[in-house]
């Protein structure tokens, strides 16, 4: 157990949605283990992701970019667990790290934001909107290729004030970012995945520790939710037999539905020209395959050049 002598420290970004992303993770190893708030350590680490604020993030180009510098402080011991949102986490970990604890899973729809807009439909022909999400921007040029695209980078903060100051009609973020937030009211409305199917994990907080901690992994287990698990291990390993990462225009959900879990996925060219989807519904415990087979159907629907921008 952590004591005050030998707290557990937690390694998180120092943005404001992983700030309240480790603190609810801290809350709840509060609650399922009756320690005390010094016994958890917050523990704030700069990423490269965080350094640049002025580029796209397909341009820094790497995987890992918000992950890479809290592996190694895990890996050196400078932190015990890392709090992490899903979507942002490569496919798979360093040697010596497990990821394998999740917390119940928020709101997985992307949220239409918007200062005069009431809908995504309500968009006028050749409307500026802003993102710089490879997914989303491939998504609505494939369902509106009359919309101009603009880049569109920065904490919640800067984008509001970017729509305030009419760089853009609207933009897109994650409706669990903002509800952890006590946001929720920027948005204008959520957007259903049957529109708009959202990124791999969104909505998931994964928490990250050495393979070999047993204090660790004791905490943790008391933790985890068992059902977002179920969901990201075929969302993961769709995503893993694709390839792809936060570069990639891929976009995967699996939901429990009857008792089984049904996933869907979409692979998009980036300029929105084409989308390829399947689904499949299968055992709760198959999803990982479920997610290999579904990726291995779409890349065989895939014309040749399909991923020329990988
Ligand atoms: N790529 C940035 C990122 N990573 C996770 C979230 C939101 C929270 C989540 O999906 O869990 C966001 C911001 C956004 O897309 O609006």
Not at 139 to 162: C, H, I, S, Y
Not at 240 to 247: I, K, N, P, T
Not at 273 to 294: K, Y
Request: charged content about 25%; proline content about 5%.
């Amino acid at each position: 157990m952590p004591t005050a002598k030998s707290p557990l420290k937690i390694g998180t970004r120092g943005s404001p949605l992983a700030l309240a992303q480790a603190f609810e993770t801290r809350t709840r190893l509060m609650a399922a283990h009756g320690i005390t708030e010094d016994a958890c350590e917050i523990v704030i680490i700069k990423t490269t992701g965080d350094q640049v604020q002025d580029r796209p993030l397909k341009e820094i180009g790497g995987k890992g970019l918000f992950t890479k510098e809290i592996e190694e402080a895990l890996l050196a011991g400078a932190i015990d667990i890392a709090v992490h949102s899903m979507k942002d986490m490569p496919v798979a970990q360093p040697e010596g790290l497990l990821l394998d604890c999740y917390l119940p899973r928020e709101d997985v729809r992307d949220a239409f934001v918007s200062p005069g807009i009431e809908r995504l439909a309500d968009l006028p022909e050749g409307a500026v909107v802003g993102s710089s999400s490879l997914r989303r921007r491939a998504q609505l040029a494939n369902r509106r290729p009359d919309l101009k695209l603009v880049e569109f980078r920065g904490n919640v903060q800067t984008r509001l004030r970017k729509l305030e100051d009419g760089i853009a009609a609207a933009t897109f973020l994650a409706m669990a970012g903002l509800n952890r937030l006590g946001m929720a009211s920027v948005a204008r409305g959520a957007i259903e995945p049957e529109e708009m199917l959202p990124a791999v994990a969104q909505g998931a907080i994964g928490i990250e520790r050495r393979a070999a901690d047993a204090r660790a992994e004791a905490l943790l287990t008391a933790i985890h939710d068992n059902a977002t698990g179920e969901r990201l291990a075929a969302e993961r390993a769709f995503l893993r037999a694709l390839d792809g990462s936060c570069e990639t225009p891929i976009a995967g959900l699996a939901m429990h539905d009857g008792g089984l879990l049904w996933l869907r996925g979409e692979i998009l060219r980036p300029d929105g020209s084409e989308v390829i989807r399947g689904a499949r519904r299968v055992g709760v415990a198959d999803g990982a395959e479920a997610g290999r087979d579904l990726a291995d159907e779409l890349l065989s629907r895939a014309p040749a050049g399909f991923f020329d921008w990988r």
